[in-house]
Antibody, heavy 121, light 107 residues
Framework: QVQLQESGPGLVKPSQTLSLTCTVSGDSISRGSYYWSWIRQPAGKGLEWIGRVYSSGSTNYNPSLKSRLTILVDTSKNQFSLRLSVVTAADTAVYYC?????????????WGQGTTVTVSS | SYELTQPPSESVAPGQTARIICGGNDIEFKSVHWYQQRPGQAPLLVMYHDSDRPSGIPERFSGSNSGNTATLTISRVETGDEADYYCQVWDGTSGVVFGGGTKLTVL
């Protein structure tokens, strides 16, 4: 059974960098069978895709976040991570990681439980 | 950028059929996925590639995609189906695109 677990600070100060890690169990990122995505959801609002990474390190980012975003993969730890710089209150949200099919037309079939990140001084 | 439009809310009586629509320009040429999100929970994939059901999703859930509209149909609606539903596609410029979500209320 594949499971994803997000981890990281729940509180980040404005203008600082938000850093989260997603740990994958029950599957190997290095198998190269999936993309690994980040999605966020502000309280009471809809889902926003942040970006994805492949086992090779290749990435695709949401154009609206691209200038502040870095997504990395660590196959030795079976983890991938998110770094979002110069955060503001608008970045406060529940952050999810998810597994996405290898073809662009595939959906996201496994999700983490989500972690809440608040941006506040 | 590509946009998906969903009605904010739909309501249906138990046992009836719910149809949740997702509008997008020429969406029939894209592969549409649907997610169910109950309060306080992570999204759950309930339909992929327009009309394929993941393992464990009841046959009451079905999907279609034609023209500018994709539809998630839930037959014999149960109280447990009350949730937010999101459609999603991949766009070559925007990447993953989600609809704004539809809150399904079971009366």
């Amino acid at each position: 059974q594949v499971q994803l677990q997000e981890s990281g600070p729940g509180l980040v100060k404005p203008s600082q960098t938000l850093s989260l890690t997603c740990t994958v169990s029950g599957d190997s990122i290095s198998r190269g069978s999936y993309y690994w995505s980040w999605i966020r959801q502000p309280a009471g609002k809809g889902l926003e895709w942040i970006g994805r990474v492949y086992s090779s390190g290749s990435t695709n980012y949401n154009p609206s976040l691209k200038s502040r975003l870095t997504i990395l993969v660590d196959t030795s730890k079976n983890q991938f991570s998110l770094r979002l710089s110069v955060v503001t209150a608008a970045d406060t949200a529940v952050y999810y990681c998810a597994r996405m099919g290898i073809a662009d037309v595939d959906g996201m079939d496994v999700w983490g439980q989500g972690t809440t990140v608040t941006v506040s001084s | 950028s590509y946009e998906l439009t969903q009605p904010p809310s739909e309501s249906v009586a138990p046992g009836q059929t719910a149809r949740i629509i997702c509008g997008g320009n020429d969406i029939e040429f894209k592969s549409v996925h649907w997610y169910q999100q109950r309060p306080g929970q992570a999204p759950l994939l309930v339909m992929y590639h327009d009309s394929d059901r993941p393992s464990g999703i009841p046959e009451r859930f079905s999907g279609s995609n034609s023209g500018n509209t994709a539809t998630l149909t839930i037959s014999r609606v149960e109280t447990g189906d009350e949730a937010d539903y999101y459609c999603q596609v991949w766009d070559g410029t925007s990447g993953v695109v989600f609809g704004g979500g539809t809150k399904l209320t079971v009366l």
